[in-house]
């Protein structure tokens, strides 16, 4: 930005502070004069605001880039909208009362049938992996937040997230070393695969919440002389209540849809309600949408469509509702 010529009043300071620092005896006209020819190219601040070509340059790419964030935000909008419409203009047609409560066919090539078999193995698992990953998730994070130094925490963040981003199948094929070879599967140990999926997740959400707690909080349980384990179970805890429930329910939505641990700990069983969890493999909704949309039968492609909607109407569902508990979470904390 550049300005009109400079006031005269500028001019007149300026020659004031020359002459006061101008030794006796000594001429000042030139120092004057050359102090004068400056202060005229001093902007006026009374002056307008004349635009120049690096604001005009700075402007140029800032909206180049603008339209560059806006574009992409916009293309990945529109993945999400081509997938979800694809899978509900194939899927929601085969959404019914009896698709929801029936076993799928026992032999290939017979219309109807249902996923029931799959949602409570799917639920059993999801409800179990949540029972060992929520707490141990939770307690993780207090280490972080309350006890741990600086090494400590640099240690486990990078466990976590070396963790978060380790490809799931090396952790189906882990558990299948541990808990299948020389045994049999079970939803018990593809419930344990799922809950190493969930516990970065639940980990670091929940620290991001509990660094949200104020920190007088803290302090006036210090004041009061209570002890720190019992501020962190009266105070921190019910405090950051809603964040932990909705990294909880983001968690839950993230590990539902995984296949290739399944593949491996939970695909080998009959279609037919069980709720054996240690006994035997469980059926479940990501392996049947994989077997049944691989084998050569129209009605069981079908059927994978539909049990497909119903997964992904279940991740949008358990999604929004996590993040309006976040929206509600953060707004509570902050009054």
């Given at each position: 930005?550049?300005?009109?010529?400079?006031?005269?009043?500028?001019?007149?300071?300026?020659?004031?502070?020359?002459?006061?620092?101008?030794?006796?005896?000594?001429?000042?006209?030139?120092?004057?004069?050359?102090?004068?020819?400056?202060?005229?190219?001093?902007?006026?601040?009374?002056?307008?605001?004349?635009?120049?070509?690096?604001?005009?340059?700075?402007?140029?790419?800032?909206?180049?880039?603008?339209?560059?964030?806006?574009?992409?935000?916009?293309?990945?909008?529109?993945?999400?909208?081509?997938?979800?419409?694809?899978?509900?203009?194939?899927?929601?047609?085969?959404?019914?009362?009896?698709?929801?409560?029936?076993?799928?066919?026992?032999?290939?090539?017979?219309?109807?049938?249902?996923?029931?078999?799959?949602?409570?193995?799917?639920?059993?698992?999801?409800a179990l992996a949540t029972t060992v990953a929520m707490p141990l998730g939770i307690l993780t994070a207090l280490y972080l937040?309350?006890?741990?130094?600086?090494?400590?925490?640099?240690?486990?963040?990078?466990?976590?997230?070396?963790?978060?981003?380790?490809?799931?199948?090396?952790?189906?094929?882990?558990?299948?070393?541990?808990?299948?070879?020389?045994?049999?599967?079970?939803?018990?140990?593809?419930?344990?695969?799922?809950?190493?999926?969930?516990?970065?997740?639940?980990?670091?959400?929940?620290?991001?919440?509990?660094?949200l707690v104020p920190g007088g909080l803290r302090e006036a349980a210090d004041a009061l002389g209570v002890s720190h384990w019992?501020?962190?179970?009266?105070?921190?805890?019910?405090?950051?209540?809603?964040?932990?429930?909705?990294?909880?329910?983001?968690?839950?939505?993230?590990?539902?849809?995984?296949?290739?641990?399944?593949?491996?700990?939970?695909?080998?069983?009959?279609?037919?309600?069980?709720?054996?969890?240690?006994?035997?493999?469980?059926?479940?909704?990501?392996?049947?949408?994989?077997?049944?949309?691989?084998?050569?039968?129209?009605?069981?492609?079908?059927?994978?469509?539909?049990?497909?909607?119903?997964?992904?109407?279940?991740?949008?569902?358990?999604?929004?509702?996590?993040?309006?508990?976040?929206?509600?979470?953060?707004?509570?904390?902050?009054?």
């Amino acid at each position: 930005m550049t300005r009109t010529a400079g006031s005269a009043a500028d001019a007149l300071a300026v020659r004031g502070s020359v002459e006061l620092a101008t030794e006796p005896g000594a001429a000042p006209t030139d120092s004057l004069d050359l102090f004068a020819g400056l202060a005229s190219h001093l902007p006026d601040p009374a002056g307008p605001l004349i635009a120049s070509g690096h604001l005009r340059r700075r402007q140029t790419m800032s909206r180049i880039m603008q339209l560059g964030e806006t574009t992409a935000a916009l293309l990945a909008v529109a993945v999400l909208a081509i997938v979800v419409y694809s899978v509900a203009s194939r899927g929601a047609g085969m959404l019914s009362v009896s698709f929801l409560t029936k076993d799928p066919p026992a032999l290939e090539g017979v219309k109807g049938g249902g996923i029931a078999p799959e949602i409570v193995g799917t639920a059993l698992m999801m409800a179990l992996a949540t029972t060992v990953a929520m707490p141990l998730g939770i307690l993780t994070a207090l280490y972080l937040t309350e006890y741990a130094g600086g090494l400590a925490t640099r240690a486990v963040r990078l466990a976590l997230d070396l963790l978060n981003g380790m490809p799931t199948i090396l952790i189906g094929l882990f558990f299948f070393g541990l808990l299948v070879v020389g045994k049999h599967q079970s939803g018990f140990a593809a419930s344990l695969a799922l809950a190493v999926i969930m516990l970065p997740l639940i980990a670091r959400a929940t620290q991001e919440v509990l660094a949200l707690v104020p920190g007088g909080l803290r302090e006036a349980a210090d004041a009061l002389g209570v002890s720190h384990w019992r501020t962190v179970r009266g105070v921190i805890l019910p405090s950051a209540l809603g964040g932990i429930l909705t990294a909880t329910v983001l968690a839950v939505a993230r590990a539902a849809g995984e296949t290739a641990p399944l593949i491996f700990l939970s695909s080998i069983y009959s279609h037919t309600v069980s709720t054996s969890l240690f006994g035997e493999a469980l059926p479940n909704i990501p392996v049947y949408i994989f077997t049944a949309s691989e084998a050569a039968d129209p009605y069981g492609f079908e059927r994978a469509w539909g049990a497909g909607f119903v997964l992904l109407a279940f991740i949008l569902v358990t999604s929004i509702a996590g993040r309006a508990l976040l929206y509600r979470s953060r707004a509570k904390m902050a009054q």
